[in-house]
Each structure stands twice: as structure tokens, then as C-alpha cells.
């Protein structure tokens, strides 16, 4: 079956713009979480929809936003990008109810601010 | 508070030699899983063992074996006989019944010498 699939893979942006990334999780998960991964830090939680709801939440700032859609496809926004935000952000999607099995990754939208 | 350290940012190896990955956890939760995540170059993480606070016997997988010891908060992951496609990134990651969050490590990126 078909994994996760992110969009876009790559992209470049300068200070200030916004940015929206895309995540189609794997038919019938119904839960899609964001993380941010970068050198030395790791793989940040951002947060977690499951059945269109935010579930959960990292410490990231409002400049950080998602929504989940019916289809449970999910987007993230983050508006007025700083040189920090350079990161590869990962979209996982599981099945979800209680959120304690494996966690399937897309590919990332590698993000570059200049 | 709850922490995944993995101490060893980076490990080299010549193929065929054992290797142990290592990751110490922190939560003062009773019930909560731990997680080995692959990252290969392409990006996406891969689920490789999940284990449950409740399960302390060890896993074997093929070349892949697993020593879970709460006395020491210790998860570690040991290849034999690596291989140089198991040259990746790996995350060892730990999921706690209080928040339903993940929290990842910082990594241990192998390298695999032919």
C-alpha cells in the first residue's frame, strides 16, 4: 500500500515568507503527526491531529500551525520564516486511536530559509 | 521530565563487526513504550522494534537484537555482523502513557566501512 507522501520535497524561502507543507498519510490512518528534525536537536515534536482535532502539541511557536482535513491529509504553516526554521520536517502517520504504535514517516520537505 | 540521551553522535565501523547503539531514557511514568527508528539517506525514519515498560525480554531479529533494562533506563541496539546497508541514522525514541508524546533522541549515525 501506499506510504506517506509529503510535498513538497524541497524548497527555498527567504526571511519573512510563509511556508505550507502537505502530508498524505497512509489509506485508513487516521492520526498525522509533524516533527522537526535538525543538526544536533534531533526530531522535535510539533503536533499531532488525529480525526481533523488537535490532539497534541510541542513547545514551537504560533508562528507554527496545522490543520488535519476529512480525508485526513494534513497541512502545516509556518509564517514569517526565520533563518531557524531551516529544517527537514517529517510527517508520520499511524492508526491512531491511542497513538502507542510504530509511527510511519514520510520523506520530508527539506526547508531552507535564506 | 522525560529525556532520550544517545550519547554516541557518531560510530564507524569496518563491515562485519558488532556494534551496539546505545540510549538511556528518563520518565517517572510507570507505563510507557520505547521505540528504535532507521534513517536511511532518503529521509524517511523506519520502525524497527517497539517495547512496552512492562516487557523486559530482550528481542532478537536476525543480525538485530535488542537489551532492555529498566534498572539502568537502558534500551540498546546491537547489530552483528553489520553491514554496510545498515549505514543510517538511528533514533531511539520513547512514547509515555502521561503525554502521548514522542520523544526522540538526537541520533547515532553509523557508518558501515566496507
Redesign the interface.
Known sequence: KA??TQTPRYLIKTRGQQVTLSCSPISGHRSV?W?QQTP??????LF?YFSETQ??K?NFPGRFSGRQFSNSRSEMNVSTLELGDSA?Y?C?SSLGL???????????S?LTVL | AQKVTQAQTEISVVEKEDVTLDCVYETRDTTY?L?W?KQPP??????LI?R?SFDEQNEISGRYSWNFQKSTSSFNFTITASQVVDSAVY?C?L?T?G?????????TRLKVLA
Open positions: 506510504g506517506v503527526s516533527y544536533g536537536q534531533g526530531l522535535q515534536f499531532e490532539r497534541n510541542g527537514l517529517l508520520a491511542l497513538n502507542t504504535g510504530e509511527l510511519f514517516f514520510g520523506e520530508g527539506r | 513504550y521505540f527508528y532518503s529521509g524517511e525514519l523506519v520502525f517497539r512496552n533514533f525514541a512514547l502513557s503525554t502521548y508524546k514522542y520523544i526522540f533522541g538526537t541520533g
